[in-house]
C-alpha cells in the first residue's frame, strides 16, 4: 500500500469512528449525565495517553501552558459540555449536522483575529449552510428546549473554532500527539469538579452497555482516533482530510437508525447537504 492509501485509510476510518461516536453518545444519555460521559470518556483517553507522553517528550513555555489550558477550555470542557448537553435535546443526526459547521466559525475567527482575509466567498457559505440550518431544524417546529439545544451545539461548534485558532501555532511547533494528550490530561482535571468524587462511583458500576460505549468513546473515538487523524495529516493534504469529515454526518444519521432507531427525516438529509455545501464552500482556498 502506497502512503497515500494509508493516509486515506486512516482519515476515513477516523470519519466512521467519528460518526458512530455521536450516536453512541446520544445512547450513553439514557443512562448517564452529559457531564459525567464528558469525564468519564476523557478519563479513559487520559491513561492511555500517559505512554504517549513518556515516549514523546516535549517543551512548552509559560506562555504555552496558557495557550494549552485555553485548548482544554475550548475543546474539552466548553466543546464537550455544551454538545452534550445539545445533543440531550435533539437527534443524534441533526447534532452532528450542525456541528459539522465549526469550519465556517474558524474561518469567522481567522478573519476577526487577521490570520486570513475577507472573501465574499465565505459569506456565501455561510449563507448556505445556514438555509440548510433552518430547513434542518424547521424553526416553526420546535420547542423551546429544542431550541435551547441547537444554540448549546452551535456553541460547541464556535468553541471548537477557537481551539483551532488558538492551537495553529502551538500544534506547528510542538508535536500534535504531544498537545493533545496533555490538553487532555487539563481537560479532564477541569472536567473532575463537575462530574464529583462520586462519578468515580458511577464509573465502576456501569452496566456492561454502558461501560462499552463509555470506552468506546474514550479509547476508540478519543485516543485512537486522534492518533489515526495525525498520522494521516502524514500523507494527505489537510484539505483533502478536512473533506473525509464530510462524510461523518451521514454515518452518524445512518447508525442512529439501527442504535437507538432514530429516523431519519428529508430536513436531516436536504439540510445536512446543504450546510456541509455551504462549509465546503466557506473553506475553498483561493489561488494567489
Known amino acids: ?3 497515500a492509501g494509508r493516509g486515506y485509510i486512516e482519515l476515513i476510518s477516523v470519519s466512521i469512528i467519528w460518526g458512530l461516536t455521536y450516536t453512541v453518545l446520544k445512547y450513553s444519555l439514557e443512562s448517564l449525565t452529559p457531564v459525567n460521559i464528558a469525564f468519564f470518556r476523557f478519563l479513559i483517553a487520559s491513561l492511555f495517553f500517559i505512554p504517549v507522553v513518556l ?3 516535549d517543551h512548552y513555555s509559560g506562555k504555552e501552558y496558557i495557550s494549552l489550558i485555553i485548548l482544554a477550555l475550548s475543546g474539552i470542557l466548553m466543546y ?3 454538545f452534550i448537553f445539545g445533543e440531550k435535546g435533539m437527534s443524534a443526526g441533526n447534532a452532528s449536522f450542525i456541528v459539522s459547521m465549526e469550519p465556517i466559525f474558524i474561518t469567522i475567527l481567522s478573519i476577526a483575529t487577521r490570520e486570513d482575509k475577507f472573501s465574499w466567498i465565505y459569506i456565501i457559505g455561510l449563507l448556505i449552510s445556514t438555509a440548510g440550518l433552518i430547513v434542518l431544524l424547521q424553526p416553526g417546529s420546535l420547542t423551546g428546549y429544542e431550541i435551547v439545544s441547537a444554540i448549546f451545539i452551535l456553541i460547541a461548534a464556535f468553541a471548537w473554532g477557537i481551539y483551532t485558532v488558538v492551537g495553529r ?3 506547528a511547533n510542538h508535536n500534535p500527539l504531544n498537545v493533545t494528550a496533555i490538553v487532555t490530561f487539563i481537560g479532564t482535571v477541569m472536567l473532575f469538579p463537575a462530574a464529583g468524587l ?4 458511577i464509573l465502576m458500576d456501569l452496566k456492561s452497555d454502558s461501560l462499552v460505549a463509555v470506552l468506546f468513546m474514550g479509547i476508540a473515538a478519543t485516543f485512537l482516533g ?3 487523524w495525525f498520522d494521516g495529516l502524514k500523507y494527505v ?4 482530510a478536512g473533506a473525509t469529515l464530510y462524510i461523518t454526518p451521514f454515518i452518524t444519521a445512518v447508525t442512529a437508525v439501527f442504535i437507538i432507531s432514530e429516523p431519519i427525516g428529508y430536513n436531516t438529509i436536504i439540510g445536512g447537504t446543504m450546510i456541509l455545501a455551504g462549509v465546503g464552500i466557506s473553506s475553498y482556498k483561493r489561488k494567489g
Request: charged share 15%; hydrophobic share 50%; net charge positive.
Open 1 to 3: 500500500m502506497n502512503r
Open 55 to 57: 515516549i514523546i517528550k
Open 80 to 82: 464537550q459540555l455544551f
Open 169 to 171: 501555532n502551538l500544534l
Open 198 to 201: 462520586g462519578s468515580i462511583h
Open 226 to 228: 486522534y492518533i489515526l
Open 237 to 240: 493534504k489537510p484539505t483533502v
